[in-house]
């Protein structure tokens, strides 16, 4: 499985940004899809996600701004609004596969989104 992440960029803070994620390979039956982001001094933290059920979690701190949604089996967005500086980082696309009773992460390359103030 590999992932591919584009739509990072720079906005003004308040301004909106939507990223996609396209994976290659089969996802059927992936536990999770979702969004992780990573800034140069914390480590990687979930942003948004979707569970095998369909429900949705998110950080605190996007709650209300950020949307996570899937389009096609294979392809899922990001759509970030009322953006703030803080929201500046490098954003993962991620899957969960269960195989074999094993929980696999795969990771798309990053995008870079910066957030100016």
């Known amino acids: 499985v590999q992932l591919q992440a584009s739509g990072g960029g720079t906005v003004q803070a308040g301004g909106s940004l939507t990223l996609s994620c396209a994976a290659s390979?089969?996802?059927?039956?992936?536990?999770?899809i979702g969004w992780y982001r990573q800034t140069a001094t914390e480590r990687r933290e979930l942003a948004a996600l979707?569970?095998?059920?369909?429900?949705t979690k998110y950080a605190d701190s996007v709650k209300g701004r950020f949307d996570i949604s899937r389009d096609s089996a294979n392809t899922w967005t990001l759509q970030m609004s009322c953006l703030k500086p803080e929201d500046t980082a490098v954003y993962y696309c991620?899957?969960?596969?269960?195989?074999?009773?094993?929980?696999?992460?795969?990771w798309g390359q990053g995008t870079l989104v910066t957030v100016s103030s």
């Open positions: 390979g089969n996802i059927f039956g992936a536990k999770a």
């Open positions: 979707i569970i095998e059920s369909g429900h």
């Open positions: 991620n899957v969960k596969l269960g195989i074999d009773l094993t929980l696999y992460d795969y």
